[in-house]
């Protein structure tokens, strides 16, 4: 008959044996995993080649300037656009009305002010007024004199001077 000790081995060949058959079903399940974790990471690296490619697209200067021109009115700052801070007018009060006159017109800012809302016959008529005369002599409470400009000469362009968006 069999002994007790062939019955201990045989058993525990047993157990070793499922063991070493739950543990390589672990390592094969584990390698699956990994290969598709790497194959994910291969997608991953070759989506962010793409997106590089098109963001290099996207950026190439060339084709911003070509939008840019399409699809805005912005052109190359001129020398003539360019001001001393003494030549930009102080902010108004809100609801007061500017008339400016063309840019290539003189070399100073020319603008006259009107408390309505002109029509074309108004804006002739503050356009023909002759700028009142400047006083050095600040007025009673320290205030600052507003600025007095000149008078228009050509097209009025009425603008909303410091209006809130």
Same mark, same amino acid.
């Given at each position: 008959m069999i002994g007790k000790s062939t019955i201990?081995?045989?058993?525990l060949a047993t157990v070793a044996s499922g063991i070493l058959y739950h543990?390589?079903?672990?390592?094969? =399940?584990? +390698? =699956?995993?990994?290969?598709?974790?790497?194959r994910q990471i291969v997608a991953e690296q070759e989506a962010i080649q793409v997106l590089k490619a098109e963001w290099a697209y996207l950026n190439d200067p060339a084709r911003l300037e070509r939008l840019v021109a399409q699809h805005t009115a912005l052109k190359p700052v001129q020398v003539a656009q360019m001001v001393t801070l003494d030549a930009i007018p102080e902010k108004l009060p =809100?609801?007061?009305?500017?008339? =400016? #006159?063309?840019? #290539?017109? +003189?070399? *100073?800012?020319?603008?006259?002010? *009107? #408390?309505?809302?002109?029509?074309?016959?108004?804006?002739?008529?503050?356009?023909?007024?002759p700028a009142p005369k400047k006083t050095d002599a600040p007025k009673a409470g320290g205030a600052k004199p507003a600025p007095q400009a000149a008078p228009v000469d050509g097209p009025v362009l009425l603008a909303r001077y410091g209006a809130r968006r």
């Amino acid at each position: 008959m069999i002994g007790k000790s062939t019955i201990v081995w045989v058993c525990l060949a047993t157990v070793a044996s499922g063991i070493l058959y739950h543990t390589s079903y672990r390592v094969q =399940e584990q +390698a =699956e995993r990994l290969s598709s974790i790497n194959r994910q990471i291969v997608a991953e690296q070759e989506a962010i080649q793409v997106l590089k490619a098109e963001w290099a697209y996207l950026n190439d200067p060339a084709r911003l300037e070509r939008l840019v021109a399409q699809h805005t009115a912005l052109k190359p700052v001129q020398v003539a656009q360019m001001v001393t801070l003494d030549a930009i007018p102080e902010k108004l009060p =809100e609801g007061v009305l500017v008339a =400016e #006159a063309p840019a #290539a017109a +003189a070399p *100073a800012p020319r603008t006259q002010v *009107a #408390a309505a809302a002109p029509t074309k016959t108004d804006a002739a008529k503050v356009a023909a007024k002759p700028a009142p005369k400047k006083t050095d002599a600040p007025k009673a409470g320290g205030a600052k004199p507003a600025p007095q400009a000149a008078p228009v000469d050509g097209p009025v362009l009425l603008a909303r001077y410091g209006a809130r968006r």
